[in-house]
């Protein structure tokens, strides 16, 4: 099946700062999105972003298809945006999302 | 316009027994899909649910098992718990498998012991 890998793992910053979190996958994708899991286990959407590059407000993303990777970026960050962070796709004829492994992001003030 | 709603939030399970969790997707959305996420992990695909019909399903035995009902709420049934069904099993919703529309519900955490 695909394989979805994100780096890094973990991110300690301070706030102010800015992040770029990446998702390399290992074959043709669909759907790919970015989710945010605040500390109560809930999935918020961000971006559904399988190409191209998309901006709402602080956060932006971009998908590079043909290379198979995706970058999200996080400007000024705040402690509110600490928490983990999820690339997901589907692929290989799969409706269900595949997810990685995730980046456990902490922001201290 | 309530999201995608589960219950229960938290249980707690002896091994061997058998869980059922509820899920009742967003306004709108005609198909569920079940998520487990252990600790430390990312979620991975259980089952999606159309029409009341098990649509595709992941790497899961068949001791899990899932129910849509016409008003597109749906169960996750596991039997013959084990120590390592402890997880979040999370319910998502979409239109069809518009994967765009897609929201999670907050999620079941269960604890088997």
């Known amino acids: 099946g695909i394989q979805v890998e994100q780096s890094p793992p973990d991110l300690i910053l301070q706030e102010g700062a800015n992040s770029t979190l990446r998702c390399n996958f290992s074959?043709?994708?669909?759907?790919l999105q970015w989710f945010h899991q605040n500390p109560w286990g809930q999935l918020i959407n961000l971006f559904y972003?399988?190409?191209g590059t998309k901006q709402n407000g602080r956060l932006s993303a971009t998908t590079v298809a043909t290379e198979r990777y995706s970058l999200l970026y996080i400007s000024s960050s705040q402690t509110t945006d600490s928490g983990v962070y999820f690339c997901a796709l589907t692929g290989g004829g799969a409706d269900g999302l595949t997810f990685g492994k995730g980046t456990h992001l902490i922001i201290q003030p | 316009d309530a999201g995608v709603t589960q219950s229960p939030t938290h249980l707690i399970k002896t091994r061997g027994q058998q869980v059922t969790l509820r899920c009742s997707p967003k306004?709108?959305?005609?198909?569920v899909s079940w998520y487990q996420q252990a600790l430390g992990q990312g979620p991975q695909f259980i089952f999606q649910y159309y029409e009341e019909e098990e649509r595709q399903r992941g790497n899961f035995p068949d001791r899990f098992s899932g129910h849509q009902f016409p008003n597109y709420s749906s169960e996750l049934n596991v039997n013959a718990l084990l120590l390592g069904d402890s997880a979040l099993y999370l319910c998502a919703s979409s239109l069809g498998t518009e994967l765009n529309t897609i929201y999670f519900g907050e999620g079941s955490w269960l604890t088997v012991v």
């Open positions: 306004s709108g959305h005609d198909t």
């Open positions: 972003i399988p190409s």
């Open positions: 074959d043709s994708v669909n759907n």
